[in-house]
């Protein structure tokens, strides 16, 4: 855990959820919402009953001491969790196929090439199985009637069936990609759209710069606030400030960039 | 200049004792294009995917491919995989990434090209054929056509001198397949691309090819220019290619007491001037024998269904109304995404309307009568192998016997194996079969519970047309016995040909009703081709070929 200082965490996951929501609304984030809340609901609960450590007590059950400390300590870490699945969840919309591809494809050609089909095939599948489903329902293959033994034996068929299809379109797939040279002696290159420009460039360097310093207070332990033994002051000091707002402009980048677009076109 | 010399060409596949081509010989001049013809399993596809050696298939080849007078082998891998383009059946299945983008530069991705020559030869194909609208789709929300289109045009990226197609429409709707045509036409006229295109529909191909091939047996039948084939089909009645050959020309063949090569007309215009040229004949208003007004129960009863996908989008159905009547062959047709296939599921029970009434027998559709009434209901689908679950197909034969308490049911399978003639496939696996002949499986499966009413999603996808006919003849048959049936379909030769009602489904709503003839006679694009061409003319307006040597046989004896 790098900063844990609740503002710092509750700071980071508000702006988080307004760049998710820019991205699409949010609707992948709803998704999420009832995981989201039920984990960081437990860990807040759960800590403190199984950790006793620290020196604020505030009851004692079956004996053992329920503290501030604890409490404090599981609120942190569901704010920690829940900033990592959001972040997540955005790397998940942005990073679609095509970048990830890209990304990925300087190191790991094949396998990033191989992901892709397997992610591509996914909603193909989908749908060849929903065909099947339709056609072996009325034949009366059903999947919703009868013993849990039927139903299950009706469903594997289904899958057998979706293999054998699968597998005799794979073919056709293979002799297309090899059609076109893949699989061919020689290096692939990659035709990308995307270029690093001198903006590009620039803001790369303010954000590492920004990066920089936030690394750097927290080194120095800025940002940061002692909970065991004793639960510290909440109070920042001036250097925190810095780092504070060092990692407002970091995160909150997404949103200037596209709040600035917002405005430009209004 | 010559191109490809194929050159007493046999192959043998693994395991089979015939000969998947026997003795092929074939020259190709560089920028001719070349259609090949031929029922399923002659031997067309195994000689396309010869000649591109990445795929070419297992087993043992004799004889000599030679490209530019030096054989297949002496050449280097990359030049032939440059030179020689490739598109498959189904588009499905050629598109490998996500993004339309990202497809198109594929093979030169593999290939090593520089970013900056990608760039130049995407920036010109995408301009030349001004698909800059998809370049930044997903692959996934294109429509068949353009999927096809997008996979021809990957291949066209790679600069080939030679383009080979393996049935490229037939997964297509009629106006995705001319739209593919017209590009492949296009190609060859001003690239000089040579073309070989192997596939079923030929109406349109005839008018545009530079020479028509057909294989029979791993043989060559026949090879020549359009007009020559025609003829000489005609001439020898070869029952075997008779069906392949455009309803225009064989009307004029027929009609003509004289023809002659040159004049045989391949497209409406030529055959309207060829109508147009015949001495005028008194009209003779053929009356409609009147059916019997007698008005049976309704088996499926739609009233006022809307259905929408999802909460956003548009409305699939809206206000649709449908009543099918006991014994009607309806037909339902329409564009590509009019709903034809909601529809479909509609009436199968499978979707729920958000609105509106659905009744079956009478009833109203509930989730369980859903499953309840299977054995009355038979459903073909577009994938008909997806029906199959057993490895062969008399095994899933006595499985629904089982299944339903059949009794009798040897004597059964039997002649049901017999009506379809599809003996021989008994103990085949369902995947071994051809199109034409697992559609045939299919159904007679399904008729082994005796169901009232058959329903199919476009039956004649992807079949050849003498499948075509004896699909045909096998559902006139199974109508004539009394069996209801309801298909969506694209073919409007079939359906004129079939139907006993058909509609028209636009906006969600089916627009027109009637029996074939008056619903196809008023319409102008939406017609046979041989209506088209006897449409405002002196001669009796007709839809089917049949029809129109019918009606000029009863006048010339009049």
């Given at each position: 855990m790098y900063f844990n200082h609740p503002i710092f965490l509750v700071t980071i996951l508000l702006l988080l959820i307004f760049v998710n929501i820019s991205h699409d609304g949010g609707k992948d984030l709803r998704k999420w919402l009832p995981t989201l809340s039920i984990m960081s609901t437990l860990i807040i609960l759960i800590n403190p009953f199984l950790v006793s450590r620290g020196t604020t007590i505030l009851f004692y059950f079956r004996g053992k001491q329920v503290t501030v400390e604890a409490f404090m300590y599981g609120i942190t870490m569901a704010l920690f969790i829940a900033i990592i699945l959001v972040i997540f969840i955005s790397f998940n919309i942005i990073l679609n196929g095509n970048r990830f591809l890209y990304i990925f494809s300087k190191f790991l050609p094949r396998i990033a090439l191989m992901i892709m089909m397997a992610i591509r095939f996914v909603p193909l599948m989908k749908r060849r199985l929903d065909e099947i489903g339709d056609v072996q329902r009325l034949r009366g293959m059903s999947m919703t009637v009868g013993s849990l033994k039927t139903r299950v034996r009706s469903g594997m068929l289904r899958i057998q069936i979706l293999l054998t299809w699968s597998l005799e379109e794979a073919v056709h797939v293979s002799n297309s990609m090899k059609a076109r040279g893949y699989g061919s002696e020689g290096k692939k290159s990659s035709y990308t759209p995307y270029y690093m420009e001198k903006r590009d460039w620039f803001w790369l360097f303010v954000l590492a710069s920004l990066m920089v310093v936030c690394f750097y207070g927290g080194k120095l332990g800025y940002g940061q606030m002692i909970i065991y033994p004793e639960l510290g002051p909440w109070q920042f000091f001036q250097f925190d400030w810095v780092v504070f707002f060092c990692m407002l402009i970091l995160t909150s980048f997404p949103l200037i960039t596209e709040g600035r677009e917002k405005l430009r076109w209004k | 200049m010559e191109m490809i010399n194929v050159n007493g060409l046999s192959f043998q596949y693994p395991?089979?004792?015939?000969?998947?081509?026997?003795?092929v010989n074939l020259r190709l001049k560089q920028g001719e294009f070349v259609v090949v013809g031929g029922p399923s399993g002659c031997g067309k596809s195994t000689l396309l995917h010869l000649l591109k050696r990445e795929i070419a298939p297992h087993g043992s080849p004799s004889g000599d491919i030679s490209y530019f007078g030096k054989?297949?082998?002496?050449?280097?891998e990359r030049v032939l995989m440059e030179e020689i383009g490739l598109v498959l059946q189904d588009p499905e299945n050629q598109i490998i990434m996500d993004d339309v983008m990202q497809e198109l530069v594929f093979g030169m991705e593999n290939l090593g090209y520089s970013p900056i020559d990608m760039r130049l030869r995407l920036a010109e194909m995408v301009h030349t054929f001004s698909v800059e609208h998809l370049?930044?789709?997903?692959?996934?929300?294109?429509s068949g056509g353009q999927k096809q289109q997008l996979n021809l045009l990957s291949a066209l990226l790679l600069k080939p001198k030679l383009l080979l197609l393996d049935e490229p429409t037939s997964q297509l709707d009629p106006v995705a397949a001319k739209d593919l045509l017209v590009m492949l036409e296009r190609l060859s006229k001003e690239l000089g691309i040579t073309v070989i295109v192997v596939e079923h529909r030929l109406e349109e191909l005839f008018d545009k090819a530079d020479r028509i091939v057909f294989m029979q047996e791993g043989k060559i039948a026949y090879d020549g220019k359009s007009r020559e084939v025609i003829h000489q089909v005609f001439k020898q009645q070869d029952t075997s290619f008779l069906p392949y050959i455009p309803a225009i020309s064989q009307m004029y063949l027929e009609m003509e007491h004289s023809p002659t090569v040159n004049q045989i007309p391949l497209n409406v215009n030529e055959g309207k001037a060829w109508l147009a040229s015949l001495p005028a004949m008194d009209q003779m208003i053929k009356k409609e024998n009147g059916k019997s007004t007698e008005n049976p129960k309704p088996i499926i009863e739609l009233k006022d269904v809307y259905y929408q996908y999802e909460k956003s989008s548009s409305m699939v159905l809206s206000k649709l109304s449908l009543s099918l009547k006991k014994g009607d062959f309806y037909a339902v047709m329409g564009g590509n995404g009019s709903g034809k296939t909601t529809l479909l599921k509609t009436c199968l029970g499978l979707l729920k309307p958000q609105r509106g009434i659905v009744k079956r027998f009478g009833r109203k559709l509930t989730n369980k009568s859903v499953n309840r009434v299977h054995q009355n209901i038979a459903y073909l689908s577009q994938q008909p192998h997806t029906f199959f679950i057993q490895d062969s197909i008399e095994k899933e034969m006595l499985l629904i016997t089982e299944q339903h308490e059949i009794q009798d049911s040897e004597q059964q399978i039997d002649s049901l194996l017999n009506t379809f003639g599809i003996e021989h496939l008994?103990?085949?696996?369902?995947?071994?079969?051809?199109g034409g002949e697992i559609q045939k499986a299919a159904l007679a499966c399904m008729l082994l519970t005796k169901p009232t009413i058959l329903l199919m999603d476009e039956p004649t996808k992807g079949l050849d047309p003498i499948s075509k006919i004896k699909l045909q003849s096998i559902l006139r048959r199974l109508h004539s016995e009394g069996l209801t049936i309801l298909m969506v379909t694209h073919d409007i030769e079939f359906t004129a040909r079939i139907a006993t009602k058909c509609a028209m489904i636009f906006d969600g709503k089916i627009t027109a009703e009637a029996p074939p003839h008056s619903f196809f006679k008023g319409n102008y694009f939406y017609t046979t081709s041989i209506n088209r061409v006897t449409q405002n003319s002196q001669f009796p307006e007709v839809l089917t070929l049949e029809e129109a040597v019918h009606s000029w046989q009863e006048r010339e004896l009049a």
């Open positions: - | 395991e089979s004792a015939s000969y998947a081509l026997d003795g054989s297949l082998d002496e050449w280097e370049l930044n789709q997903k692959t996934t929300t294109l008994r103990n085949r696996h369902p995947y071994d079969c051809s």
